[in-house]
Structures are given as C-alpha cells and as structure tokens.
Nanobody, 122 residues
Framework: QVQLVESGGGLVQAGGSLRLSCAASGRTFSGYAMAWFRRAPGKDREFVAGISQSGASTSHADSVKGRFIMSRDSAKRTVYLQMNNLKPEDTAVYYC???????????????WGQGTQVTVSS
C-alpha cells in the first residue's frame, strides 16, 4: 500500500511555469513506477508523464514534450512534474499515480492521489 499526496497546483498565466510534487508514503518508494495523469473538464483522463522505478526511463505525452519534465527524488520519496510554457489547454486536475510494476502509459495504476488543480489563463 502506498499513499500519494500532490501539491503545487494553482493559477498561472499562459507562458508561465509550475512545479507539481507528489509525496509518497507507505511501502518502498523505489519499487514503484510513477506517473502523472490529468483530466480536463469534459474530457477523459490522459497520460502526461511517467518515470520508471529506477528513474532511468521517462515517458512524456506528445502534447507536453519539450515543455514538461518528470523526475523523482528517492531520498525524499517524491516525484515532480516541472511544467514550463504552460498553455490554456493544460488546464486540468493533475493526478499522481503509482504501480509496483513497469511503467505504463495506460491508467492501470492501483494507487492514486487526490489531485491538484492547474488553471492556465490566456
């Protein structure tokens, strides 16, 4: 069992930056692949970025490549999503997810955080 708590969301103007954090507690952090998903109003949940258990591999959705970077700090049991050059279409609730298996871009993660709102104004 692992518990996830996101933070760092907020309101920002287009072109601005935010850094989301997801702190994990519970079982061994290093055994979990981690990911960020988002859900915009009226849309399905979509994969944003993911990172492998070791941190050696990452994956980012085409819509955020070159703008968002996911990383993890095992000592702090935390993953981050650095979001730069934000656009109004990035507005969504962002969720952190964990699975004790290899990284996947599908929402097949048993553990989820409560979500944090990101709003980008034009």
């Amino acid at each position: 069992q692992v518990q996830l708590v996101e933070s760092g969301g907020g309101l920002v103007q287009a072109g601005g930056s935010l850094r989301l954090s997801c702190a994990a507690s519970g079982r061994t952090f290093s055994g979990y692949a981690m990911a960020w998903f988002r859900r915009a109003p009226g849309k399905d949940r979509e994969f944003v970025a993911g990172i492998s258990q070791s941190g050696a591999s990452t994956s980012h959705a085409d819509s955020v490549k070159g703008r968002f970077i996911m990383s993890r700090d095992s000592a702090k049991r935390t993953v981050y999503l650095q979001m730069n050059n934000l656009k109004p279409e990035d507005t969504a609730v962002y969720y952190c997810a964990a699975r004790e298996a290899v990284l996947t871009t599908t929402p097949n993660y048993p553990y989820w955080g409560q979500g944090t709102q990101v709003t980008v104004s034009s």
